[in-house]
């Protein structure tokens, strides 16, 4: 799934839209890692009771997206992710507008239980990480185990890499997603390119 969020009216660029692609392979070649910046997401985190019937259903019904019931754990649709970061914290991830209007009437539906809903999309930028070599560099600098029997798809985790904080997610055997602040995603795509020193890498623009 690649996220691609554009406006009509407004040109928007992401904290790394400057970066010069870069290409350490041959063209031929398939490259050990790649990153990408996703572009443009939304982002919202959602605070409430997953012991509540209430909540539960109205969130499943509002982002018709599954509710994971485990911290660590992640669900998702053809447009939406989302993350269960602690046992009643979610981080909601998505690539279309419509997303809004949805959260808008997940807002009024559950007035009578208690939530917080933030819209967190201009504090964030989302990097894709991929490649046979991605867990190798990744485990350079990140302080969990990312041994694929103990993080593989549909695991997430609010972590650190290179000293920055990061939430991660596995959306398949070798692909990553890392979500971390827009201050320090340029030094992360440095950090990043550093460690992949002896890999064949790739950078890729949104």
Same mark, same amino acid.
């Given at each position: 799934?690649?996220?691609?969020?554009?406006?009509?009216?407004?040109?928007?660029?992401?904290?790394?839209?400057?970066?010069?692609?870069?290409?350490?392979?041959?063209?031929?070649?398939?490259?050990?890692?790649?990153?990408?910046?996703?572009?443009?997401?939304?982002?919202?985190?959602?605070?409430?009771?997953?012991?509540?019937?209430?909540?539960?259903?109205?969130?499943?019904?509002?982002?018709?997206?599954?509710?994971?019931?485990?911290?660590? @754990?992640?669900?998702?649709? $053809?447009? +939406?992710?989302?993350?269960?970061?602690?046992?009643?914290?979610?981080? #909601?991830?998505? &690539?279309?507008?419509?997303?809004?209007?949805?959260?808008?009437?997940?807002?009024?539906?559950?007035?009578?239980?208690?939530?917080?809903?933030?819209?967190?999309?201009?504090?964030?930028?989302?990097?894709?990480?991929?490649?046979?070599?991605?867990?190798?560099?990744?485990?350079?600098?990140?302080?969990?185990?990312?041994?694929?029997?103990?993080?593989?798809?549909?695991?997430?985790?609010?972590? @650190?890499?290179?000293?920055? $904080?990061? +939430?991660?997610?596995?959306?398949?055997?070798?692909?990553?997603?890392? #979500?971390?602040? &827009?201050?320090?995603?340029?030094?992360?795509?440095?950090?990043?390119?550093?460690?992949?020193?002896?890999?064949?890498?790739?950078?890729?623009?949104?």
């Amino acid at each position: 799934m690649v996220f691609n969020l554009t406006s009509d009216k407004i040109k928007s660029e992401t904290a790394i839209n400057n970066r010069i692609a870069y290409d350490t392979g041959n063209q031929d070649e398939k490259h050990e890692i790649i990153i990408q910046d996703a572009g443009l997401v939304n982002i919202y985190n959602l605070r409430g009771s997953q012991r509540s019937s209430t909540f539960r259903k109205f969130f499943q019904l509002s982002l018709n997206v599954e509710v994971p019931n485990k911290a660590c @754990t992640f669900s998702s649709n $053809d447009k +939406t992710f989302v993350l269960q970061t602690s046992p009643d914290e979610w981080m #909601i991830l998505s &690539n279309y507008n419509e997303i809004h209007q949805q959260v808008i009437e997940l807002e009024k539906k559950l007035t009578k239980v208690h939530f917080a809903i933030n819209n967190l999309s201009d504090q964030y930028q989302v990097i894709y990480i991929s490649g046979e070599k991605s867990r190798f560099v990744l485990s350079k600098g990140c302080s969990i185990d990312l041994d694929p029997s103990v993080f593989g798809p549909k695991i997430c985790a609010q972590t @650190t890499l290179a000293l920055t $904080d990061i +939430t991660i997610f596995c959306t398949a055997k070798n692909s990553f997603t890392v #979500i971390c602040r &827009n201050s320090y995603a340029n030094y992360l795509v440095d950090w990043l390119e550093d460690a992949s020193f002896d890999c064949s890498y790739k950078f890729l623009k949104s």
